[in-house]
């Protein structure tokens, strides 16, 4: 499951999907058409697809993927066909599913004091089909999943967030970002940074992006790539952390996105001390990145 919003993050997906066959297994869930009185039923009706590996990422292979016994959304054609276009939520109210367990703030939805048909859909979906089926929201989505409650309940893997059930204490690897109200898996970020995204050799070698209104798309590439140097450096690796930086910094340059020119110093506490907890500040804070005006 991916939640994404609108045509710049879905397009380039359906066509992956529909052209070169990559990831069909993954339902991808527009929120911008979650709205109308057909998406659901489309889902309803939509295949199971089996994870073919040959199209997948390298580092994914050579692993058992169980292909889902049916549809993320288990609900009849009739009762999707019957998710109202938009209810009042008039006071906080509980999501519980598994271990799960989220706050609806009616002062924090994407339309104060209501949910809409997506914000239903994709509430059911969750109630429905997770944890067995892994639940995505695309960085692009940006604050939504803390819209719908789920401020500490998403962790960033490259360039979306998972939702998942925070540890008790943050580590090493799983570490909590206070000024996005998320948690990074480290690995597996610095492993898709270094061998799967092909964004940021390709904006590099462009050296242009013609298209401001859309600037946000690679401007995901340089928040990304900012946390995790920032990370990197903060945890002790300062080789990595400014190989990560000079790769944002140069994918900046060539987008025309303003940025800091240096690595902030590493947090003052001691590696294997400075773990952060969901209510700590971290003493360096994310790189200063402002969109060019």
Do not use: C
């Amino acid at each position: 499951m991916l939640v994404v919003v609108g045509d710049n993050d879905t397009f380039p997906l359906w066509y992956a999907q529909e052209v070169e066959g990559i990831r069909k297994d993954v339902l991808i869930v527009n929120t911008s058409l979650a709205n109308t009185d057909w998406y659901a039923r489309q889902i309803v009706r939509r295949p199971v697809f089996e994870y073919d590996e040959a199209k997948g990422p390298s580092i994914y292979r050579g692993k058992t993927w169980v292909k889902p016994t049916s549809g993320p959304l288990k609900k009849t054609v009739y009762q999707a066909d019957s998710i109202p276009p938009i209810v009042p939520l008039q006071r906080a109210s509980e999501f519980v599913k598994d271990g799960l367990r989220l706050i609806l703030d009616p002062r924090q939805t994407p339309i104060e004091g209501y949910l809409q048909r997506s914000d239903l859909l994709v509430l059911m979906i969750i109630q429905d089909s997770w944890p067995e089926r892994p639940f995505y929201f695309s960085r692009t989505s940006g604050s939504y999943p803390q819209q719908l409650g789920l401020t500490n309940h998403t962790i960033a893997q490259g360039l979306a967030a998972k939702i998942f059930i925070p540890p008790t204490t943050p580590s090493r690897d799983t570490v909590f970002i206070p000024e996005q109200g998320e948690w990074l898996d480290v690995p597996r970020t610095k492993a898709l940074w270094d061998s799967v995204f092909a964004g940021p050799s390709a904006l590099i070698r462009r050296g242009d992006w013609i298209d401001p209104p859309s600037v946000g798309i690679p401007y995901l590439y340089i928040a990304t790539g900012a946390t995790l140097a920032q990370v990197l450096n903060d945890r002790g690796e300062p080789i990595e952390a400014m190989k990560v930086f000079n790769t944002t910094r140069q994918i900046a340059e060539a987008v025309r996105i303003q940025t800091s020119g240096t690595l902030p110093p590493p947090a003052t506490a001691p590696v294997e001390t400075a773990l952060v907890t969901p209510s700590d500040s971290r003493a360096s804070k994310q790189l200063p990145i402002k969109k060019q005006p």
